[in-house]
């Protein structure tokens, strides 16, 4: 079984490779990447690299042949691009002959939903399934890791911003949905046309701001920025307008409880409950 993921030189994608090299082989891996050179350290490693890129659909497809099972990351752009990338990498994949596509989704993926992101999640899945490949839909959670780029100003002024009124996120660290996927890849069989929904334990803003200020003996507190001064923020960084749409509308599906559904299937699918926010927050603010 010969197994690819795609973006393997991002942030999730290395995570991925990495949980993989313990599972499987690396013989048995290959990888996706737009940029070769910045795979050198994965190539190493003993792992297959290769040029790909969600743009090019025959490049797609070629970097896609030989192939059991594929891992398709979704990159960062606005969500016209994004659908038609996806889509492109399904259709290269089913072209070059590969039998298994897991797809990093998102837990609320619906057109509807206020996060912009959703409606490219919710495209892919459906398209995906009427593909007619087998698949495994992973519906990440937000990455606990994300939280992190608030501390420094909550340590400067004492103030945990976040526009997100009293809803809670079920966080999930980046490093465990990376072991989930590496589970499911090193063992498709077990997870032939299942949708996991891969989330946290809930928790809401005032909670995450008191956990900071236990784990670094500062007082912090939780403060609910009003949504518009929170775009104006996002705005102010220079930030493309599709991410700060992105963003906006997620504040705007927490204060609406879209992210407060809960799950046992990491549990299911890695064999154990995911890093609690507050062991992931003391752990990093060490």
Do not use: W
Request: hydrophobic share 45%.
């Amino acid at each position: 079984m010969k197994i690819l993921v795609t973006g393997a030189t991002g942030q999730l994608g290395s995570l991925v490779v990495k949980h993989l090299l313990s599972r499987v082989s690396a013989d048995q891996i290959a990888v996706s990447v737009r940029d070769v050179a910045k795979a050198e350290d994965i190539a190493a490693r003993g792992v297959d690299v290769r040029h790909g890129d969600f743009d090019d659909l025959a490049l797609m497809t070629n970097a896609f042949k030989g192939i059991d099972i594929a891992l398709i990351i979704s990159g960062e752009t606005d969500v016209e691009t994004r659908i038609k990338q996806h889509r492109t990498a399904v259709d290269a994949a089913k072209a070059a002959g590969v039998s298994h596509l897991v797809y990093t989704s998102f837990i609320d993926a619906r057109p509807e939903s206020p996060f912009t992101y959703a409606s490219i999640h919710a495209d892919t899945e459906s398209y995906i399934k009427a593909s007619g490949l087998s698949f495994t839909l992973l519906r990440n959670s937000f990455y606990t890791d994300l939280l992190m780029a608030g501390v420094p100003h909550a340590l400067e002024t004492g103030d945990f911003g976040a526009p997100a009124g009293n809803g809670k996120v079920s966080y999930i660290p980046r490093n465990d949905l990376a072991e989930a996927a590496a589970a499911v890849l090193a063992n498709p069989a077990d997870h032939v046309n299942q949708t996991y929904e891969l989330s946290g334990t809930p928790i809401g803003f005032a909670d995450i701001a008191a956990i900071i200020a236990n784990a670094t003996g500062k007082d912090i507190r939780y403060v609910d920025l009003p949504p518009e001064v929170h775009t104006g923020i996002l705005a102010s960084f220079g930030l493309p307008d599709h991410l700060v749409d992105a963003l906006t509308g997620m504040y705007v599906g927490t204060r609406n409880g879209d992210y407060e559904q809960t799950s046992d299937d990491f549990a299911k699918v890695v064999g154990r409950a995911p890093q609690s926010t507050a062991d992931f927050l003391k752990e990093a603010l060490k």
